[in-house]
């Protein structure tokens, strides 16, 4: 499930941080709250052209495997370039719902997989990290390889933090139908309630 589909950024030698989350993606969120982005550094990109391009994509679900013994504590980022334009490694930041006290006790690190799935496979199979740096609502990891994806996983029941939402449906001029909408505490996942038709009344 990609909802807003694979989307292109154009990046040049004076680098900068892009945000990787759609418009209107933190909508229903806090306004402090962290959102995926990119960080280029100055310099990275190194083409006859003066600019390069970086492909990317927020999936919240699909046919995904963590590693054994370990859940999903994010949405997973598709990202793809060309690796010969780049010369110094890009820097993700990806906000998490990890809810526990202890991240190194709790195997808080990043995942990855390839972005091709091998031939007759079903599901891309994440494999942990070494390194990345992880804030109590958001992880950072430098990136090295061109064509990856990429999510925070920690260990199976370990606490996640949640949003409940209050939703309103209408179904006809008169009838209306309140609902709590329980999802991970992304604000992402308000984006997708709200494509599938849902109303925010009291995030």
């Not at 900068?16 to 962290?34: I, S, V």
């Not at 958001?138 to 990856?148: Q, S, T």
């Given at each position: 499930?990609?909802?807003d589909g694979?989307?292109?950024?154009?990046?040049?030698?004076?680098?900068g941080?892009?945000q990787?989350?759609?418009?209107?993606?933190q909508?229903?969120?806090?306004?402090d709250?962290?959102?995926?982005s990119?960080?280029?550094p100055?310099?990275a990109?190194k083409t006859?052209g003066?600019?390069?391009?970086v492909?990317?994509?927020?999936?919240p679900d699909g046919p995904?495997r963590?590693?054994?013994?370990?859940?999903?504590g994010?949405?997973?980022?598709?990202?793809s370039?060309?690796?010969?334009?780049?010369?110094l490694?890009?820097?993700?930041?990806l906000?998490h719902w990890?809810?526990?006290q202890?991240?190194a006790?709790?195997g808080?690190?990043?995942?990855?997989a390839?972005?091709a799935?091998e031939e007759g496979?079903q599901?891309?199979?994440f494999?942990t990290?070494d390194?990345g740096?992880?804030?109590?609502?958001?992880?950072?990891?430098?990136?090295?390889?061109?064509h990856?994806?990429?999510?925070?996983?920690?260990?199976?029941?370990?606490?996640?933090?949640?949003y409940a939402s209050l939703?309103t449906c209408?179904y006809?001029?008169?009838l209306f139908?309140n609902?709590?909408v329980i999802t991970?505490s992304h604000h992402?996942?308000l984006?997708v309630?709200?494509?599938?038709g849902?109303?925010d009344?009291n995030?």
């Amino acid at each position: 499930m990609i909802p807003d589909g694979i989307q292109s950024l154009t990046t040049d030698s004076t680098g900068g941080q892009y945000q990787l989350e759609p418009p209107g993606g933190q909508e229903g969120g806090q306004e402090d709250e962290p959102v995926i982005s990119l960080k280029v550094p100055p310099g990275a990109v190194k083409t006859r052209g003066g600019s390069a391009t970086v492909d990317y994509a927020v999936i919240p679900d699909g046919p995904f495997r963590p590693p054994d013994g370990y859940q999903f504590g994010s949405v997973v980022v598709y990202i793809s370039y060309d690796g010969r334009s780049f010369t110094l490694a890009h820097s993700l930041s990806l906000p998490h719902w990890y809810g526990g006290q202890d991240g190194a006790r709790d195997g808080l690190v990043f995942a990855m997989a390839p972005h091709a799935m091998e031939e007759g496979e079903q599901f891309y199979h994440f494999k942990t990290l070494d390194g990345g740096e992880f804030g109590v609502r958001h992880g950072n990891l430098n990136l090295n390889d061109p064509h990856v994806l990429l999510a925070v996983v920690f260990r199976q029941g370990v606490t996640q933090s949640y949003y409940a939402s209050l939703w309103t449906c209408q179904y006809s001029p008169t009838l209306f139908c309140n609902k709590v909408v329980i999802t991970f505490s992304h604000h992402y996942w308000l984006q997708v309630c709200s494509v599938r038709g849902l109303h925010d009344v009291n995030a």
